[in-house]
C-alpha cells in the first residue's frame, strides 16, 4: 500500500462523496480482468470504463491497474480492493432486484385512455384499493395502437371490437354516446327543443373522435356541417369545455355518469347511439397474468355487472391478498 503524506491525507478525509459509479465499473473489470468485457457487460465504451477507473485511482491515490500498450493487469492493491467491494454490489444488485420483483409483483400497469381514466376509473379506484390495499394501479395513458409485444402492460382499458393481437379480451360495457352539454349553455341557446337548433349552436370535437358528430347526426337523421366547431386534444378537454359551457359535444355516457346524474351536463336532444364498440379489458396472452392483474380484471368485470373471469365471484375480495394463490 501507498505510505505517501498524500495517501496518509486522503485516510483522514471523511468517506463521503464516495466515487459509486467509478467503483462499480472497477467491480466489473476487476472481475472480467479487462476493460473490454467489463464495458461489454455495462454497455459502456473501454474508454468509458477506464476513465472511471482512472478517477477512482485519483480518488485512493493508488493504482488499480497497470496498463500496458494493448492490456491492462491488476495490481495487488487492486485484485485485493477488488475482492473486497465485487461481494458489496453483488449484494446491492440483489437486493435492488429483490425491491424490483417486488414492486413489480404488487403493481398493475395499466394501459388506459386519460378520459376512461378520469371519468370511469379514477372514482371506482378507492373501492379496489380497499379490497386490496398491497396492489399497486400504474396507469400508462398513451394514445396508441395497443400491442402487449415489448412492453411492460399487465393489462389495458381499451375501446373497440374485442380484438386485440396475443391478447384475451373481457368486454365491460358498449359505448353509448349522445350529444351533452351545460344546462347554462342550453338555456343561452334558447332551450334547443329540436334537433334543427343544433345549426346555430357551437360543436365541440375531441381530436382523436373527430368522426363522432358526423356518425350521431347520421343515426339521429339531422343534417350537421362537422366541419365547423372547436377541437380540442383529447375527450376529457372536450367534455370540461362542455361543463363550462363553450357549446355541445358528443359524450360517451357510461363515462359522463356522474355529470349527467348532479346535472352539470344534460342530454337536450336525448337521442343515445349505440355506436358498435364498447369498453374491454384486455391483457397479454403471451404470459400467464399476474396474481394481481387476475384480481384487478375480476374486480374491473364485477364493477361493469360481469361475470369474473378468474376467481368466483367473491372469492378474491373475501380472501385475504396474500392467500389468493399464482
Known amino acids: 500500500m501507498d505510505d505517501s503524506p498524500r495517501s496518509a491525507s486522503k485516510a483522514s478525509q471523511p468517506l463521503n462523496n464516495l466515487p459509486l459509479n467509478p467503483m462499480r465499473a472497477f467491480a466489473v473489470a476487476s472481475r472480467h480482468k479487462t476493460f473490454t468485457a467489463a464495458a461489454a457487460q455495462m454497455g459502456v465504451s473501454q474508454v468509458a470504463v477506464s476513465r472511471q477507473i482512472a478517477i477512482l485511482e485519483n480518488y485512493l491515490g493508488v493504482k488499480l491497474f497497470e496498463r500496458g500498450a494493448r492490456s491492462v493487469k491488476l495490481t495487488e492493491v487492486g485484485r485485493n480492493f477488488g475482492h473486497e467491494i465485487a461481494g458489496l454490489f453483488d449484494d446491492l444488485e440483489t437486493a435492488t432486484a429483490r425491491i424490483l420483483a417486488n414492486e413489480s409483483r404488487n403493481t398493475v400497469n395499466l394501459r388506459i385512455y386519460p378520459t376512461f381514466a378520469h371519468h370511469w376509473l379514477m372514482p371506482r379506484l378507492a373501492e379496489f384499493s380497499r379490497r386490496h390495499p398491497d396492489c399497486r394501479i400504474r396507469l400508462d395513458t398513451r394514445v396508441e395502437p395497443l400491442d402487449f409485444r415489448g412492453t411492460h402492460l399487465d393489462a389495458a382499458l381499451q375501446l373497440g371490437h374485442g380484438a386485440w393481437r396475443d391478447a384475451r379480451a373481457r368486454k365491460l360495457f358498449d359505448e353509448v354516446v349522445d350529444v351533452v352539454c351545460a344546462p347554462a349553455y342550453a338555456e343561452r341557446m334558447g332551450g334547443l327543443k329540436s334537433l334543427e337548433d343544433i345549426a346555430r349552436c357551437d360543436l365541440l370535437h375531441s381530436r382523436y373522435r373527430r368522426s363522432e358528430w358526423e356518425r350521431w347526426s347520421r343515426a339521429a337523421g339531422v343534417e350537421v356541417n362537422a366541419r365547423e366547431g372547436i377541437e380540442f386534444d383529447t375527450s376529457l378537454l372536450t367534455y370540461s369545455a362542455a361543463r363550462q359551457g363553450f357549446g355541445l359535444a358528443v359524450g360517451q355516457l357510461d363515462l359522463l355518469t356522474e355529470e349527467l346524474e348532479s346535472g352539470a351536463l344534460i342530454r337536450p336532444f336525448d337521442r343515445p347511439w349505440r355506436t358498435g364498440a364498447a369498453f374491454w379489458?384486455?391483457?397479454?396472452?403471451?404470459?400467464?397474468?399476474?396474481?394481481?392483474?387476475?384480481?384487478?380484471?375480476?374486480?374491473?368485470?364485477?364493477?361493469?355487472?360481469?361475470?369474473?373471469?378468474?376467481?368466483?365471484?367473491?372469492?378474491a375480495a373475501e380472501m385475504p391478498s396474500e392467500q389468493v394463490t399464482d
Open 281 to 315: 379489458v384486455v391483457w397479454p396472452t403471451m404470459t400467464s397474468a399476474g396474481a394481481q392483474t387476475r384480481r384487478f380484471v375480476d374486480w374491473l368485470l364485477d364493477a361493469s355487472g360481469e361475470s369474473p373471469e378468474f376467481f368466483r365471484r367473491g372469492a
